[in-house]
């Protein structure tokens, strides 16, 4: 089945550092990737949706000056959380769909992001 | 308004006993619906999905889960449950394309030997 990845796995940082997620589909071409929050206990929430060469579509209330994400190409999106704090701390999921390739979305491992 | 409802926030199961996690959605049009497992600190695993066809689906690990457009349910079963089944259970849908999931709050199940 196809593969996705997340670097890192688990990243801490200092208050008001900025942080990079990567996610990347190995064995498929990911025409689009969702970048997912979940906070400790609870479901996942859609942070935004990325088309490879177009700019994200962001969900009602997501900041999106705060959480970059770019889709530079068909294997990889990343995700960059500026000027993190404490709040934003939390497990970050992508998940990635190529068309052609399969009928529903395939979720990286996560990232757990921790600020101080 | 769309929405996933799992309305058991956890379970506790001994090995072998029968496992039925509940879930009932509310979407506009033709749901597809999926279970995904999340085992801690972990992504998701794809457990099974309905399209369309049977309302009966088999999935990995032996679990299947029935489509009842009726009750719009769509609850996960396993006759067995095997203690590495421990995990927290989500139910989803969304649209035909892949697009965005939306996720119920999740079912912890605990599995005693």
């Known amino acids: 089945g196809a593969v996705v990845s997340q670097h890192p796995s688990r990243v801490i940082c200092k208050s008001g550092t900025s942080v990079k997620i990567e996610c990347r589909s190995l064995d498929f071409q990911a025409t689009t990737m969702f970048w997912y929050r979940q906070f400790p206990k609870q479901s996942l929430m859609l942070m935004a949706t990325s088309n490879e060469g177009s700019k994200a579509t962001y969900e009602q209330g997501v900041e999106k000056d705060k959480f970059l994400i770019n889709h530079a190409s068909l294997t990889l999106s990343t995700l960059t959380v500026t000027s993190a704090h404490p709040e934003d701390s939390s497990f970050y999921i992508c998940?990635?769909?190529?068309?052609?390739?399969?009928?529903?979305?395939?979720f990286g491992p996560g990232t757990r992001l921790t600020v101080l | 308004a769309q929405s996933v409802t799992q309305p058991d926030i956890h379970i506790t199961v001994s090995e072998g006993a029968s496992l039925e996690l509940r879930c009932n959605y509310s979407?506009?049009?033709?749901?597809?619906l999926f279970w995904y497992v999340q085992s801690p600190g972990q992504g998701l695993q794809l457990l099974l999905k309905y399209f369309s066809g049977d309302t009966l689906v088999q999935g990995i690990k032996g679990f299947e889960a029935e489509f009842k457009r009726s009750q719009s349910s769509f609850n996960l079963r396993k006759p067995s449950v095997h203690w590495s089944d421990a995990a927290e259970y989500f139910c989803?849908?969304?649209?035909?394309?892949?697009?965005?999931?939306?996720f119920g709050t999740g079912t912890r199940l605990q599995v005693f030997p």
């Open positions: 989803a849908v969304g649209p035909p394309i892949p697009d965005k999931l939306i």
């Open positions: 979407y506009g049009a033709t749901p597809y």
């Open positions: 998940s990635a769909w190529g068309q052609g390739v399969s009928d529903t979305q395939y």
